[in-house]
């Protein structure tokens, strides 16, 4: 071990930036956060800001569909239930 370290090259921050991803402070509701939580503790493990980040694509993915599309697939969805 050295006695000291030159550290005049450093850079704060991450050792890596990661790629396709920003870091940003946002507030939420404390009862979403809650709920996001559980249900990673429900599954035993995951991480709640990946699922929090899955519902906001689900919900982009939906404005974006078509009315039609959206019609079909709802049919679907409770066709397929009241078979069950």
Sequence with gaps: ME???DFSQGKRGAVEP???KTRITI???D???DWFREQVHAAEGGNYQSLINEALRQHIEQQREPLEATLRRVLRE???RASK
């Design 78 to 80: 409770e066709l397929e």
């Design 31 to 33: 009862e979403i956060l």
């Design 18 to 20: 990661s790629t396709g």
């Design 3 to 5: 006695t000291e370290y």
């Design 27 to 29: 507030r939420l509701d």
